[in-house]
């Protein structure tokens, strides 16, 4: 039973949009959610991150939004850069512990 | 700041051999973090330490997984009578707890299972 899901494995957008990448969760006891970002050959590096009684966070190009009465969040980053072309996942926190999706490769073409 | 550390980078073992992965957290973080990645899939929980303290262990983890952290500052994950189903990239992270609640990964080990 997955308690955070990214249903897209992948998404490409052309340099200079907007990139929206989703995630589902079930757990209504999660308390703090929280985005990474993975290159190749490295571990997962803190992008950003929302409280459960907050329903945005911005953060330079990066923004995320959260859903609490759908337990659905966004990350959004605008505009797209070639340099985003990464793996990111969601991840979830209860008692501060995190549950992590699988994860979404986003491609920023030039 | 040195970031955290994790030793070996890549292991490649026989089936049934015993495997110790060593974590270095980031320095004063109380707080370290062991997960597991296979291909596709999130960092899955492993167990986590507060200092030297075990306090949560995943029940999805075989009795053949014991790690430990003596002075609550390296970590060490030992796998026991290996199996290819073992074959995965190990995490460890670590945060400290007066700080947010990001966890700051290491370059993970990989571990392949002949």
């Known amino acids: 039973d997955q308690q955070v899901k990214q249903n897209s494995p992948s998404l490409s957008v052309q340099e200079g949009r907007i990139s929206i990448l989703n995630c589902d969760y079930t757990?209504?006891?999660?308390?703090?959610f929280l985005w990474y970002k993975k290159y190749p050959a490295e571990g997962p590096t803190f992008l950003i991150s929302?409280?459960?009684?907050?329903d945005k966070n911005e953060d330079g190009r990066f923004t995320v939004f959260l859903n609490k009465s759908a337990k659905h969040l966004s990350l959004h980053i605008v505009p797209s850069q070639p340099g985003d072309s990464a793996v990111y996942f969601c991840a979830a926190s209860e008692a501060g512990k995190s549950t992590f999706g699988d994860g979404t490769t986003l491609t920023v073409k030039p | 700041d040195t970031g955290v550390s994790q030793d070996p980078r890549h292991k490649i073992t026989k089936r049934g051999q015993n495997v110790t992965f060593r974590c270095d957290p980031i320095s004063e973080h109380n707080r370290l973090y062991w997960y597991r990645q296979t291909l596709g899939q999130g960092p899955e929980f492993l167990t986590y330490?507060?200092?030297?303290?075990?306090?949560?262990k995943s029940r999805l983890l075989s009795d053949r997984f014991s790690a430990e952290r003596p002075k609550g500052s390296f970590s060490t994950l030992e796998i026991q009578r290996t199996e290819q189903g073992d074959s995965a990239m190990y995490l460890c992270?670590?945060?400290?707890?007066?700080?947010?609640?990001?966890?700051?990964f290491g370059p993970g080990t990989r571990l392949t299972v002949l």
């Open positions: 757990n209504s006891m999660f308390d703090y």
């Open positions: 992270a670590s945060r400290h707890l007066a700080g947010g609640l990001q966890q700051f």
């Open positions: 929302i409280s459960s009684i907050k």
């Open positions: 330490f507060q200092n030297e303290a075990q306090l949560e």
